[in-house]
């Protein structure tokens, strides 16, 4: 079992940036990746990016690439998305998500099917 909670959202301006937290609890944190989604209104989920259980490798998704890092301290099970040079596209629900597979990272953890828990989410709103 993996509990996680999310934290780190609320209304910042147009080019500001923000950090969310992800904090786990349960299972071994460094046993595991941590990925990122993200829903905005009326809109599919989607990926944002994933850190691998070590922290040595992570990847993301094409609309955040290059503003977005993520990463982890596995001493303090804690996971984070630095979000930079935010737009109100950047406007949704934000998710951390665990996968419990040690595979090596992959295009298939871009899906959520890969993830076997979940957050609550936290939002970000972003105003022009």
């Known amino acids: 079992q993996v509990q996680l909670v999310e934290s780190g959202g609320g209304s910042i301006e147009a080019g500001g940036s923000v950090r969310l937290s992800c904090v786990a609890s349960?299972?071994?944190?460094?046993?595991?990746?941590i990925g990122w989604f993200r829903r905005a209104p009326g809109a599919e989920r989607e990926f944002v990016g994933v850190?691998?259980?070590?922290?040595?490798?992570?990847t993301y998704g094409d609309s955040v690439k290059g503003r977005f890092t993520i990463s982890r301290d596995n001493a303090k099970n804690t996971a984070y998305l630095q979000m930079y040079s935010l737009t109100p596209e950047d406007t949704a629900v934000y998710y951390c998500?665990?996968?419990?597979?040690?595979?090596?990272?992959?295009?298939?953890?871009?899906?959520?099917?890969?993830?076997?828990?979940w957050g609550q989410g936290t939002q970000v709103s972003v105003s022009s």
């Open positions: 349960g299972r071994a944190f460094n046993t595991y990746h």
């Open positions: 850190v691998s259980y070590s922290g040595a490798t992570t």
């Open positions: 998500a665990a996968a419990l597979s040690f595979s090596p990272i992959s295009r298939k953890h871009s899906y959520p099917r890969e993830y076997d828990y």
